[in-house]
């Protein structure tokens, strides 16, 4: 079964930059969406970002749009998160999680995704 992999987290001041990468063992990205989430202490998880098998087409979080940037090299198995104009607010641990479903509509919902990474703690300080 395959597992994932979160790395690239740190400790940044507020406007600074981080890219986080979502590799798998066991198994392969390719075709399967993929979805970032992130949760901070005392709040649900909330949709970051997604992207469909080919990397054809991205979706974001409100919050993130313009900022955050997801993407995929599918013959290197990863999937990529890069983080522009980070705010305190972005705080938070990331997850990259892997979705069975072919149904973009539903690659904001977390219940959607079948594998998750063990997250990778992002803190942004102003």
């Known amino acids: 079964q395959v597992q994932l992999v979160e790395s690239g987290g740190g400790s940044v001041q507020a406007g600074d930059s981080l890219r986080l990468s979502c590799t798998a063992s066991?198994?392969?990205?390719?075709?399967?969406?993929m979805g970032w989430f992130r949760q901070a202490p005392g709040k649900e998880r909330e949709f970051v970002g997604a992207?469909?098998?080919?990397?054809?087409?991205?979706y974001y979080g409100d919050s993130v749009k313009g900022r955050f940037t997801t993407s995929r090299d599918n013959a290197e198995n990863m999937v990529y998160l890069l983080m522009n104009s980070l705010k305190p607010d972005d705080t938070a641990v990331y997850y990259c999680?892997?979705?069975?479903?072919?149904?973009?509509?539903?690659?904001?919902?977390?219940?959607?995704?079948?594998?998750w990474g063990q997250g990778t703690q992002v803190t942004v300080s102003s």
């Open positions: 999680a892997l979705t069975y479903s072919t149904d973009y509509r539903t690659l904001s919902t977390a219940r959607e995704y079948a594998t």
């Open positions: 066991g198994g392969t990205l390719d075709g399967y969406a």
């Open positions: 992207i469909s098998e080919s990397g054809r087409y991205v």
